[in-house]
């Protein structure tokens, strides 16, 4: 369930990264989109991989380990 939730989080950040990039690249022809797509993309990925170690944490933690 953990795990799920960190992936909903992490698909839903894409998205609005995405919607973002989108923006700036009309405004920029297109190359402050794509260094928005990256920047955020980056930031959802390393919020990911925290939401993840979190989750095996809390595992372990419920077994005792």
Same mark, same amino acid.
């Given at each position: 369930?953990?795990?799920? !939730? /960190?992936? $909903?989080?992490?698909?839903?950040?894409?998205? $609005?990264?995405?919607?973002? *990039?989108? *923006?700036?690249?009309?405004? $920029?022809?297109?190359? *402050?989109?794509?260094?928005? !797509?990256?920047?955020?993309?980056?930031? /959802?990925? #390393?919020?990911? $991989?925290?939401?993840?170690?979190?989750? #095996?944490? *809390? #595992? !372990?933690?419920?077994?005792?380990?």
């Amino acid at each position: 369930n953990c795990l799920a !939730q /960190a992936s $909903s989080t992490y698909y839903l950040n894409i998205a $609005s990264c995405t919607t973002g *990039a989108v *923006a700036f690249g009309s405004v $920029s022809l297109g190359l *402050a989109g794509v260094a928005f !797509q990256l920047g955020c993309g980056g930031f /959802a990925y #390393y919020h990911l $991989s925290n939401q993840r170690d979190g989750c #095996y944490l *809390a #595992y !372990q933690t419920c077994l005792g380990l």
